[in-house]
């Protein structure tokens, strides 16, 4: 057993406050047109994730032109990623608190375990009865267990990391340690297909492994130097199309500046004398401006045709050139909630200790968050064990055997995992 697990010595206590996810900045994307705006009395809040209104149908006997195509599938891909984005956040609500909670009091309970076993280890070293070997296992067994404790946290345990910091190790064990880091080399060489550079200078796994991802990130520098290149080569060949995409994106800024200022003389609150409807108009304005703000077309466009009850599916009748314009916003906004869901997945991912992705199955993940906390639970279970176990002089040095057995078969498993 032992020292093995998750560790979370990294967690740190003040992550244990409000553990309600408060999301992401999550848009509610929705809808658009333009004609004239004539006010109306308080219609029927469209859904927010309702995007069928806005979807462009070509009249009977007719076909989409390219550029409205373009613009359903755009819209299909924002709905898409916002119906990700919220799907996985509602399966972070319902299981993230709890299992936090689980994980840092696990970690708590490990930590002071570990340090508990470090400690009786300690002093068994200096008063058992036990062979030169059965020593060695001691000292390595501590090594390790001061790896997992982060002696910079805790002033005894980085006292017992100084004094057998100055323990050097014997023969033995540096040829092993070398011989392992010659084993490594032959599998990083093949991932990397050349030689590590000057590799007598790496006497152990650890500094090998390190040589090996410097060396790795220099070939990645290097290829990205050049992809980079290749792209300014190709940017510079495509000055014209350059030059029409910054004119979509001028004529996408006055598309969303005219319907902002639609709504805006719309929902005018100061030209309201009823104080409800007043109100009404402020919160709606509220969320023009902030839509706007965001340069989110599909927001716009749904306060539009909730607003002005104006018909799905007018701006079908849109030139080409506008709708490419608006294809140019859409894409922003797709580009944005990519960003938003990247985000989402690699924060759960770091608190929950676990790969999350939005297209993965939900039972799925929740059944490995559920064996994640068992492991922890089983983690502590191992290490109380072994402290009532190693007790007796004899089943401590039985257990010492154990662990140098163990850690050997980390040290092989880590070298396959490391390069494959």
């Known amino acids: 057993?032992?020292?093995?697990?998750?560790?979370?010595?990294?967690?740190?206590?003040?992550?244990?406050?409000?553990?309600?996810?408060?999301?992401?900045?999550?848009?509610?994307?929705?809808?658009?047109?333009?004609?004239?705006?004539?006010?109306?009395?308080?219609?029927?809040?469209?859904?927010?994730?309702?995007?069928?209104?806005?979807?462009?149908?070509?009249?009977?006997?007719?076909?989409?032109?390219?550029?409205?195509?373009?613009?359903?599938?755009?819209?299909?891909?924002?709905?898409?990623l916002t119906?990700?984005?919220?799907?996985?956040?509602?399966?972070?609500?319902?299981?993230?608190?709890?299992?936090?909670?689980?994980?840092?009091?696990?970690?708590?309970?490990?930590?002071?375990?570990?340090?508990?076993?470090?400690?009786?280890?300690?002093?068994?070293?200096?008063?058992?009865?036990?062979?030169?070997?059965?020593?060695?296992?001691?000292?390595?067994?501590?090594?390790?267990?001061?790896?997992?404790?982060?002696?910079?946290?805790?002033p005894q345990v980085q006292a017992l990391a100084d004094l057998y910091a100055a323990d050097d190790d014997d023969q033995e064990e540096a040829e092993a340690l070398a011989e392992a880091a010659e084993r490594v080399r032959e599998k990083i060489e093949a991932a990397l297909g050349q030689p590590i550079e000057n590799p007598s200078q790496y006497r152990t796994p650890e500094a090998m492994v390190a040589a090996g991802m410097r060396q790795w990130q220099r070939q990645q520098q290097a290829d990205d130097e050049r992809k980079a290149a290749k792209r300014a080569a190709r940017k510079a060949k495509n000055k014209p199309a350059q030059e029409k995409a910054e004119l979509q994106q001028t004529d996408a800024?006055?598309?969303?500046?005219?319907?902002?200022?639609?709504?805006?003389?719309?929902?005018?609150?100061?030209?309201?004398?009823?104080?409800?409807?007043?109100?009404?108009?402020?919160?709606?304005?509220?969320?023009?401006?902030?839509?706007?703000?965001?340069?989110?077309?599909?927001?716009?466009?749904?306060?539009?045709?909730?607003?002005?009850?104006?018909?799905?599916?007018?701006?079908?009748?849109?030139?080409?050139?506008?709708?490419?314009?608006?294809?140019?916003?859409?894409?922003?906004?797709?580009?944005a909630l990519e960003d938003d869901l990247d985000q989402l997945q690699f924060r759960l991912s770091r608190e929950l200790c676990m790969p999350v992705r939005a297209d993965a199955d939900e039972a799925a993940m929740t059944q490995a968050l559920q064996r994640m906390q068992a492991d922890q639970r089983h983690e502590v279970d191992s290490l109380q064990a072994d402290l009532r176990r190693i007790q007796s002089e004899v089943e401590l040095k039985r257990w010492l055997k154990e662990q140098a057995q163990l850690a050997k078969e980390k040290a092989r498993e880590d070298v396959s995992g490391w390069w494959g």
């Open 253 to 335: 800024k006055t598309t969303l500046r005219t319907i902002y200022r639609q709504l805006a003389s719309a929902l005018h609150p100061d030209r309201e004398p009823d104080e409800q409807e007043r109100q009404r108009k402020t919160a709606l304005m509220s969320e023009v401006n902030a839509a706007y703000e965001k340069a989110d077309l599909t927001t716009l466009m749904r306060l539009q045709m909730q607003i002005t009850q104006v018909a799905p599916g007018a701006s079908s009748r849109l030139a080409d050139d506008k709708l490419m314009a608006m294809c140019a916003l859409l894409k922003e906004q797709v580009s």
């Open 83 to 154: 119906h990700q984005v919220q799907r996985l956040q509602a399966w972070s609500d319902r299981h993230r608190h709890a299992h936090v909670q689980v994980l840092y009091t696990a970690a708590q309970q490990t930590r002071e375990l570990r340090k508990s076993l470090l400690l009786f280890l300690h002093e068994q070293l200096h008063s058992a009865d036990l062979t030169a070997q059965q020593q060695r296992m001691a000292r390595n067994k501590l090594r390790s267990l001061m790896d997992l404790l982060s002696p910079l946290a805790d």
């Open 1 to 80: 057993m032992n020292g093995a697990g998750l560790d979370m010595n990294g967690l740190a206590a003040d992550r244990m406050g409000d553990y309600r996810c408060s999301g992401l900045n999550i848009r509610a994307f929705r809808l658009e047109v333009s004609p004239p705006l004539s006010e109306s009395p308080a219609p029927q809040p469209m859904s927010l994730t309702d995007f069928s209104a806005l979807v462009l149908r070509a009249p009977e006997q007719a076909k989409l032109s390219p550029a409205q195509k373009r613009f359903n599938e755009l819209l299909a891909r924002i709905e898409d």
